[in-house]
């Protein structure tokens, strides 16, 4: 928490945090009241490492702000929409009573309400393309507001807030492994986050993600969700059906480290995923050849080697999360990756972001060691080579939950005017 007096002599009031990206290994698809955002079946996700995808948002308020505003990225965005709407409503309505006395600041419960608010916030990865950007943005935002304004609830009641502004936000507030009930009650009060074991429980997993489109997805996740709900027959056998039992199973393989069971319900529940999007009318098409070349990869070498390797799973977009068992397995993937989807006019280190370190386990340190790669014996044509498909890639590993930044030079607000700081984008 930052203050500071502004030119004009008003005070302005700050708080930073940074949130986690979350991938769903059982997915969330499908609300059964789109108001509260509240899901037709529980899910669970894997968070990742903030230092290799987050958002980072600071929030500030002070007597000289005529308005609400947010900017994205650098970019002022609207906060007339509802989601935005819900979760400013929700933290003002629980704020309590704040006092810095060294800055000569008293804020009564009351007077949240008439106190415009500032927020910028920075996302690290690209927006909008099936990576879960919308998640650690609204997490971030409902914490850090909390902090802001001395919000005393506990991590489930701001996971429920979170929830209200992008439904799988509420599952980035923890690390680690972590499972979005879906609760029972109409007014969504039980649909909450819960944590089922921290970041530390299974270190030995690596997750790689082959960016292979940054880009805008034609159907939201929004509208394709409403769609599938209103069509889908799968959908509705999907979510009373398979995912009950699905996440039990998933909770266990959790529990006892076991990664066989964990790989097969997490690349079945991918796979059964875009079935319903296929089964929706007018089908949904998240995947592209790129997605479906990962797939058959990881399948062939899992196959070939009697048990899984790897597994895979797909969001709302064609990028592929492939989670390893461990380091070794994971310089291996990349090795197989990396001779399908070598660089296309691109040094090696940048085509990897995140842990640059695997590039080294793997034994490649240029593009030369690339184009030496052999060819991956599960695969009957050695010779197709897909360069530039995939954009990128990203190593990293499970991680830590949203949290506060206390240093005040990583705010993206200036403390004096309460506006964005150029420099931070």
Known sequence: MAAAAAEDGQWVLMATGRSPTNIAVIKYWGKRDEALILPVNDSVSVTLDPDHLSATTTVAVSPSF?????????????????????????????????????????????????????????????????????????????????????????????????????????????????????GKKDDGSDSIAVQLADEAHWKDLVIIIAVVSSKQKETSSTSGMRDSVETSPLLQYRAQTVVPSRVLKMEEAIKNRDFELFAKLTCADSNQFHAVCLDTSPPIFYMNDTSHRIISLVEKWNHL?????????????????????????????????????????????????????????????????????????????????????????????????????????????????????????
């Open 66 to 182: 005529s308005s609400d505003r947010m900017w994205l990225n650098g970019k002022e965005i609207s906060l007339s929409g509802g989601r935005f709407q819900s979760c400013l409503r929700e933290i003002r309505k629980r704020a309590c009573d704040f006092e810095d006395e060294k800055k000569g600041i008293k804020i009564k419960k009351e007077d949240w309400e008439k106190l415009h608010v500032h927020i910028a916030s920075y996302k690290n990865f690209p927006t909008a393309a099936g990576l879960a950007s919308s998640a650690a943005g609204f997490a971030c935002l409902v914490f850090t507001l909390g902090k802001l304004m001395n919000v005393k609830e506990d991590y489930g009641e701001l996971s429920s807030i979170a929830r209200q502004g992008s439904g799988s936000a509420c599952r980035s507030i923890y690390g680690g492994f972590v499972k979005w009930c879906m």
């Open 305 to 425: 080697e009697g048990c899984p390797q790897v597994a895979y799973t797909f969001d709302a977009g064609p990028n592929a999360v492939l989670i390893a068992r461990n380091r070794k397995t994971a310089a291996l993937l990349l090795q197989k990756l990396l001779y399908y989807f070598p660089p296309q006019d691109k040094d090696l280190s940048s085509y990897l972001v995140g842990d640059k370190s695997i590039l080294s386990d793997a034994g490649l340190h240029s593009l030369e060691d690339v184009e030496a790669l052999p060819a991956p014996p599960e695969m009957k044509i050695h010779d197709q080579k897909f360069k530039g498909d995939v954009s990128y890639f990203i190593c990293s590993r499970l991680g830590v939950g949203i949290n506060v930044v206390a240093d005040e030079s990583q705010a993206l607000l200036d403390s004096v005017t309460g506006l964005p700081k150029v420099v931070c984008f």
